[in-house]
């Protein structure tokens, strides 16, 4: 049954909904079930009568509420599928095979193709249909199997990253048997030879349906340089109206990290199937470029991926006079290395170690003669396609090459001696560069009037010359020349490399004529008899969809095969490393043109747009679901019970949201307040008032440290063993009380850590007398109970010669508002001696990770808000002088925290001095 | 020692153990709010202590002279001592179950509020120097501090039954007491005890602690009330529609318990939990000091 565009499975389910009414009206009489409520006053309300015997009805929205759900319950189960297949339609038998194109062009609407295939397969498979798959792009014969198996094949299936080529299809026609099905066609829109003849063998089959994708095919052909510019090309299938892309470069940034370098944007004009663009980018940046790619388009051949032919050139660099140990400035080679270093490869060593190298360029600064066989090879190197560039300077001009004829590897003949203008000794103002001539390649460049040449070597007048000036002075005299050897060339500049004879090399038009010269001299790619014989190793493969994939275990690939032969599963689109360079095959190459396939008008063409079956009957039951969820909460409402389960939830809600970040923050927050100054910290007892007297304590001792030490703490900081780390601090006042609680396993754990870690626990019983009996007391029982499980040394009881003694104040004992004797500490080492002479021992290095005493020396210290003492010590002036050295003996603690044994180290002082010769 | 540290029992107990009994600690703390400016009795009158020497007067006889003091000044004077008549005050706190309950969790027991004004009003009184006990003989009136927190360990014990009635056995004739229950349950046997106390001579207060809830009755819809020790309930059907009713029937309680002090002589207040209890011992305390029948 279909009601618009829904129709039912179970359709007679629904005369369910006749019996709603039916159960409106039984809803209605039952009554809410009763609350039971404890009520001590029940006494005075035993014998009321209810005056009105009908209970409270259950309120209409909620009535309606639990309609709605059971509604939503009968709809649901009677099956409702939004955009149902037409039953009444013929539906068609037998045997199905969909064969896909599967190439890079087919990758642009893939997701949408397999929904497709997914969608048709799920349908054979409801109507018993054998189905096959089939992949143009790498045909394998169509095996029939049940759709519902083949369906888990699907999501499986990728795109190839080369097209489907007129063999594919030959291979494709032999592969498909002699029995009848039909067919489904997913094209990906290109037209290929081989199409029709395989048309006709499927359709001799059975029917033949097409499905294409609307979407138009965009590709990119490989970039190429020229002017030092990126020409960039991308075509389309169909002409079709204006259409903006942009092509992004993809490359390193100088951090290694992959990232969109530029992005250039091409308008595709109407009519059109090509569109161009010219991308500038910084030398530097080309070089770290890897692949262009129209952005958006997830296909293989809107990749174009870069090789050497965008790469940074490889810069020989050879001075003549590279003995001389003078100031770097003044190196021949100096301005050089400054203008080539970002955009070139450099080399350097002797001319003859270099060559091997094959360096895309050479310069000679200043090198006047050169050995036969230096000349030789470097005329073999030139004449490959080597650029050779010279600069002259005092050596050139003081030697006799190319004066009474022409140097093979200089541009011009030169007269003796060079000249000067300019200088002290001669008339004349220093020359400034005339503009460069058309047909010069610096051509459009930007002279600054600041360039100016105060000397330089000078061209014989030749029949040559005139064509081989690039570059001229004001007056007309030639500064750089050129001449072509074989496929290289020579350039002469008339001056020298560094500042000595101009300015040239100072300025920015310098390193731009360098650029223009050595470093646009593009790398041409290989012929095929330079590839022959050669394999070359891929490194990084393109899938389908334009991914970079790497290259893992893929065989290497004959150089011949490399540039020509057809892409294939054996030679995949990619980036692959030879001899010397790299090369990169791209899907599209410079001459491919796309044009669409013509369909015969026969053949039933279709999109890829299938309003999908939607079955509703799950979104119905979660709907009834959620309404009966809804009267749940609101029954509870009604009968007064939901504020418990409103605060079950609120309280779970905060849980989960509110406290844990807020607690987190809190954190942060303390352990900033703890670690931007140095925190004293007590440990939190829970008595307040021991607490109190703690943090007075530590306030006191803090303000004493304030006026006498550079030690500058800030307020001290109270410290719960269960919450909160204990890392910042360097030491923990410990007061004991009889009753204080043990703390937990894991306040335990954190406790031994600190010890572990450098930190000092500074256990007071505050009862005078525990440090000498132990458990005496109280107090010192607690202790002993407190600190069984710390990872605590040996003890002993403090010895006069501890480094505490003496780290501030020289101290003999250590009053808190008690005077007791023994203050117990880590115990020396069994083998510490005192040196003869010494006044004390060498005693452990490090700090006591414990001080155990009961002298109750936070009230000793404990001041209130105006500074005055809390509790009175002892009497009189006595009095106040314990307190003082109690005082001395918190300076030393802390002092001995944060400086460790430091005071100790002066044992050797003596020897240091002796050492010193004082 | 480690698995002692382990062991989470202990650090509980611990935590358990070294708190003081609360309630002795509150009704302390409660208790010290009152105590300014009422303690002893500011009056010479007959007792231990010293209290002033004054000048002889006429009439005062000879043996009355304190000759210690006279033989250091030409003027006699007489010693006279404090008025020290310790009262004996007899409390009783209702057990029953009925009043273990709250109508919310920011509320306390109608229980707890009874104990804690009982105890606070036991420290004031023992301060001022009365002797304090529980009626029914459990615990006859004593002097100290010890009385007190023997006073706080019997007010500890409850009792399962719904309502409880006092147990006025033991009673010390012209003492008085201070009953506190939510009177709730049978008035019959309030009313014997009050007579038998009344003809004994015992004056006292009948205080009534009642939970918000009571007062209000916020209930409305199908609702079973059932007692808090579960032996009585009641099932109505609009529970909204009792509430006049009811009201009406709490007021008439409360009236027959101010007839009931009137006709004895005994003094009757009323306080709901969501008070403070130091207005209410403020009350106590006044109702208490204001002497029989005030």
Same mark, same amino acid.
């Given at each position: ?9 179970v ?6 909904l006749?019996a ?6 039984i ?26 015997h009908?209970?409270?009805r259950?309120p209409?929205w909620?009535?309606l ?5 059971v ?15 037409d ?6 038998t037998?045997?199905?095979l969909i064969l896909?194109?599967g190439?890079w062009?087919s990758?642009r ?9 997914d969608a048709m397969?799920a349908?054979?498979?409801r =109507?018993?249909?054998? $189905?096959?798959?089939m992949?143009l792009?790498?045909?394998?014969? +169509?095996?029939?199997?049940a759709?519902d198996?083949?369906r ?7 795109p190839?990253p080369w097209?489907?080529?007129p ?6 026609v =032999?592969?498909?048997?002699e029995?009848?099905?039909?067919? !489904?066609?997913?094209?990906d829109?290109?037209a ?10 499927l359709e001799?089959?059975?029917p033949v349906?097409v499905?294409?994708?609307p ?6 052909t490989p970039?190429?340089?020229e002017?030092g ?5 991308a075509?389309?299938a ?7 892309i ?15 370098l $530029? *992005? ?11 569109a ?7 030398p530097e940046l ?11 388009e997830a ?8 090789? =050497?032919?965008?790469?940074r050139r490889?810069?020989?660099l050879?001075a003549?006079?590279?003995?001389r140990?003078g100031l770097?400035?003044l ?10 270093s ?11 170690d ?16 050169l050995?036969?066989a230096?000349q ?6 030139a004449?490959?396609?080597g ?5 002259a ?8 090459v190319?004066? &009474?004829e ?5 541009p ?18 220093p020359?400034?560069?005339a503009?460069f001539i058309?047909?010069?390649?610096f051509?459009?460049l ?5 360039? *100016? ?5 000078m061209?014989? @007048?030749?029949?040559?010359l ?9 007056d007309g *005299?030639?500064?750089v020349?050129?001449k ?9 500049f008339?001056v ?9 090399p100072?300025?920015?038009l310098?390193v731009q ?5 050595a470093?646009?001299s593009?790398?041409a790619?290989?012929d095929?008899g ?8 891929p ?19 004959a150089?011949e095969?490399l540039l020509s032969?057809?892409?294939?599963? =054996? ?9 010397e ?6 899907v599209?190459?410079?001459?491919t043109?796309? &044009? ?13 747009e299938?309003?999908?079956?939607? @079955?509703?009957g799950?979104?119905l039951?979660a ?10 909460l609101?029954?509870?409402a ?7 389960a409103?605060?079950?939830a609120?309280?779970a809600?905060?849980l989960?949201?509110?406290l844990a970040p807020? $607690?987190r923050a809190?954190d942060?927050?303390?352990a900033?307040l ?8 007590h440990?939190?007892?829970?008595d307040?008032?021991?607490d ?6 530590l ?5 004493v ?9 800030a307020e001290?900081?109270a410290?719960?063993?269960e919450?909160?780390d ?5 030491i923990?006042?410990?007061?004991i009380?009889?009753?204080q ?6 306040a335990?754990?954190k406790l031994?850590d ?5 930190g000092?626990?500074l256990f007071d019983t ?5 440090a000498?009996?132990g458990?005496?007391?109280?107090n ?8 069984a499980?710390l990872?605590?040394p040996?003890?002993?009881?403090l010895?006069?010669d501890?480094?505490l003694?003496?780290t501030f104040?020289?101290l003999t ?7 007791g ?7 020396? @080492?069994?083998?510490?001696?005192q040196i003869e ?7 452990n ?7 155990i ?7 000793a210290w ?5 500074g005055d003492?809390?509790? +009175?010590?002892g009497r ?7 307190r003082e ?6 300076v030393?603690?802390v002092?001995?925290?944060l ?5 100790s180290?002066?044992?050797h ?10 | 020692m ?10 509980r107990?611990?935590a358990?153990?070294?708190r003081?009994p609360?309630?002795l600690a ?14 002893g009795?500011?009056?010479?009158g007959?007792?231990?202590?010293f ?15 304190d000759?210690?003091?006279s033989g250091?000044?030409d003027?006699?004077f007489v010693?006279? !001592? ?9 409390l009783?706190v209702?057990?029953?179950?009925s009043?273990?309950?709250?109508s919310?969790?920011?509320?306390p027991d109608?229980a707890?509020?009874?104990r804690?004004?009982?105890l606070?009003v036991?420290?004031l009184?023992?301060r ?14 004593r002097?100290?501090?010890?009385q007190?927190?023997?006073l ?5 014990r ?15 004739p012209?003492g008085r007491?201070?009953l ?5 349950g049978?008035?019959?046997?309030l009313r014997?005890?009050?007579?038998a106390?009344?003809?004994?001579g015992v004056?006292g ?5 009642l939970?918000?809830?009571?007062e209000a ?5 199908? *609702?079973?009330f059932?007692?808090?020790?579960g032996?009585?309930?009641h ?7 009792l ?8 007021a008439e309680r409360?009236?027959?318990l101010?007839a009931l ?7 009757y207040g ?12 403020l009350?106590?305390h ?9």
């Amino acid at each position: 049954m279909i009601l618009g565009p829904i129709g039912f499975a179970v359709p007679w389910l629904l005369w369910g909904l006749v019996a709603l009414p039916i159960l409106w009206i039984i809803l209605r009489a039952v009554p809410p079930a009763p609350i039971r409520r404890r009520f001590p006053a029940v006494a005075l309300l035993l014998g009321l009568r209810d005056e009105d015997h009908v209970s409270d009805r259950t309120p209409w929205w909620l009535l309606l509420l639990r309609m709605l759900a059971v509604a939503a319950v009968i709809v649901g189960l009677a099956g409702p599928v939004l955009n149902p297949r037409d039953e009444g339609a013929a539906r068609a038998t037998g045997p199905l095979l969909i064969l896909m194109d599967g190439s890079w062009a087919s990758a642009r609407d893939w997701a949408a193709q397999t929904a497709v295939i997914d969608a048709m397969l799920a349908e054979a498979g409801r =109507d018993g249909r054998p $189905a096959a798959l089939m992949q143009l792009s790498d045909p394998q014969a +169509p095996v029939f199997q049940a759709a519902d198996s083949l369906r888990a094949r699907v999501p499986g299936l990728i795109p190839a990253p080369w097209p489907v080529t007129p063999e594919g299809m030959a291979r494709a026609v =032999d592969l498909l048997g002699e029995s009848q099905f039909e067919t !489904r066609w997913f094209s990906d829109g290109l037209a290929g030879e081989g199409r029709a003849p395989l048309l006709e063998a499927l359709e001799a089959r059975g029917p033949v349906t097409v499905h294409e994708s609307p979407r138009p095919v965009l590709a990119l052909t490989p970039p190429t340089l020229e002017d030092g510019q990126i020409q960039l090309r991308a075509l389309r299938a169909v002409p079709g109206p204006v259409r903006e892309i942009a092509v992004n470069a993809h490359g390193l940034d100088p951090a290694g990290v992959s990232r969109v370098l $530029a *992005t250039l944007p091409m308008t595709f004009d109407e009519g059109v199937v090509e569109a161009r663009g010219a991308l500038s980018l910084p030398p530097e940046l080309r070089a770290r470029v890897t692949r262009f790619e129209i952005a958006g388009e997830a296909q293989a051949g809107a990749v174009s991926l870069t090789d =050497d032919g965008l790469k940074r050139r490889e810069v020989a660099l050879i001075a003549g006079r590279d003995d001389r140990e003078g100031l770097e400035l003044l190196s021949p080679l100096h301005y050089l290395e400054q203008a080539l270093s970002p955009t070139a490869d450099l080399l350097e060593g002797g001319l003859m170690d270099v060559l091997p190298a094959n360096p895309d360029v050479i310069v000679l600064a200043d090198v006047a003669t050169l050995s036969g066989a230096e000349q030789a090879a470097l005329l073999d190197w030139a004449d490959k396609g080597g650029m050779l560039l010279r600069f002259a300077g005092p050596r050139v001009a003081a030697s006799d090459v190319s004066r &009474s004829e022409e140097d093979p590897l200089m541009p011009v003949r030169l007269r003796a001696g060079g000249r000067t203008v300019g200088g002290a000794m001669s008339w004349g103002e220093p020359k400034t560069l005339a503009p460069f001539i058309e047909g010069s390649p610096f051509q459009g460049l930007a002279i600054p009037g600041d360039v *100016t040449v105060s000397a330089q070597v000078m061209a014989q @007048p030749d029949p040559t010359l005139a064509d081989r000036v690039i570059a001229q002075l004001s007056d007309g *005299t030639p500064l750089v020349t050129r001449k072509r050897i074989g496929a290289g060339q020579v350039v002469l500049f008339h001056v020298t490399a560094n500042a000595e004879w101009s300015s040239l090399p100072l300025s920015g038009l310098f390193v731009q004529m360098l650029e223009r010269l050595a470093v646009s001299s593009a790398m041409a790619p290989p012929d095929a008899g330079e590839l022959a014989g050669t394999t070359w190793q891929p490194l990084a493969v393109l899938d389908g969809f334009g991914r970079l994939d790497e290259a893992d275990t893929r065989p290497g690939v004959a150089g011949e095969r490399l540039l020509s032969a057809p892409l294939g599963p =054996d030679l995949w689109p990619g980036l692959y490393e030879g001899p010397e360079r790299s090369l990169a095959r791209n899907v599209i190459a410079a001459d491919t043109t796309l &044009s669409p396939v013509v369909w015969p008008a026969r053949v039933a063409v279709e999109g890829l747009e299938r309003a999908p079956e939607t @079955p509703l009957g799950g979104w119905l039951l979660a709907a009834a679901l959620m309404l009966l969820t809804a009267d749940i909460l609101a029954s509870l409402a009604l009968s007064g019970r939901l504020w418990p389960a409103r605060a079950v939830a609120m309280l779970a809600l905060a849980l989960s949201l509110g406290l844990a970040p807020e $607690a987190r923050a809190q954190d942060d927050a303390r352990a900033l307040l703890a670690t931007e100054e140095l925190a004293l910290a007590h440990v939190v007892t829970g008595d307040a008032r021991l607490d109190d007297t703690a943090r007075a304590g530590l306030r006191g001792l803090g303000q004493v440290l304030n006026f006498r030490t550079s030690v500058e703490p800030a307020e001290p900081i109270a410290v719960d063993l269960e919450r909160d780390d204990l890392t910042f601090f360097p030491i923990l006042y410990w007061p004991i009380s009889a009753d204080q609680p043990t703390p937990s396993a894991e306040a335990y754990v954190k406790l031994n850590d600190y010890l572990r870690n450098g930190g000092l626990i500074l256990f007071d019983t505050r009862d005078a007398d525990v440090a000498g009996f132990g458990a005496a007391t109280p107090n010192g029982a607690r202790l002993q109970r407190i600190a069984a499980p710390l990872d605590i040394p040996p003890l002993e009881p403090l010895p006069e010669d501890h480094v505490l003694t003496r780290t501030f104040y020289l101290l003999t004992d250590f009053p808190g508002r008690h005077s007791g004797r023994a203050v117990w500490v880590e115990a020396a @080492p069994p083998d510490a001696e005192q040196i003869e002479g010494m006044p004390f021992r060498n005693l452990n290095d490090g700090v006591t990770p414990v001080v155990i005493g009961g002298n109750d020396w936070a009230a000793a210290w404990a001041v209130n808000e105006r500074g005055d003492p809390m509790f +009175p010590v002892g009497r009189g002036y006595a009095g106040e002088r314990q307190r003082e050295l109690a005082y001395r003996f918190g300076v030393n603690l802390v002092m001995h925290v944060l400086t460790g044994n430091y005071k100790s180290d002066q044992v050797h002082v003596p020897a240091l001095l002796d050492r010193l010769g004082q | 020692m480690a698995d002692l540290a382990l062991n989470p029992l202990r650090p509980r107990a611990e935590a358990e153990a070294s708190r003081l009994p609360p309630l002795l600690a509150q009704a302390e703390l409660l208790a010290r709010t009152v105590l300014l400016g009422e303690h002893g009795r500011r009056r010479a009158g007959a007792g231990d202590d010293f209290w002033q020497y004054r000048p002889v007067q006429p009439g005062d006889s000879r043996r009355m002279i304190d000759w210690r003091r006279s033989g250091r000044s030409d003027v006699q004077f007489v010693r006279q !001592r404090e008025w020290q008549i310790a009262q004996s005050v007899m409390l009783w706190v209702d057990p029953a179950a009925s009043m273990r309950f709250a109508s919310d969790k920011s509320l306390p027991d109608k229980a707890d509020r009874a104990r804690l004004l009982a105890l606070a009003v036991a420290i004031l009184l023992v301060r001022g120097g009365e002797r304090v006990g529980l009626t029914g003989g459990s615990l006859p009136p004593r002097r100290g501090e010890v009385q007190v927190a023997r006073l706080a360990e019997a007010l500890m014990r409850e009792s399962a039954e719904d309502y409880a009635s006092p147990d006025m056995s033991g009673l010390i004739p012209h003492g008085r007491a201070l009953l506190i229950s939510d009177f709730m349950g049978d008035l019959v046997p309030l009313r014997d005890a009050l007579t038998a106390a009344a003809d004994r001579g015992v004056r006292g207060l009948l205080y009534q602690v009642l939970d918000p809830a009571e007062e209000a009755f916020p209930y409305t819809g199908r *609702t079973i009330f059932e007692s808090v020790g579960g032996t009585l309930a009641h099932e109505t059907l609009k529970a909204g529609d009792l509430r006049a009713r009811y009201l009406e029937r709490l007021a008439e309680r409360k009236d027959a318990l101010g007839a009931l002090c009137h006709a004895t002589g005994w003094r009757y207040g009323c306080h709901h939990t969501g008070e403070s209890a130091q207005s209410a011992l403020l009350w106590l305390h006044g109702a208490m000091a204001g002497g029989p029948g005030a």
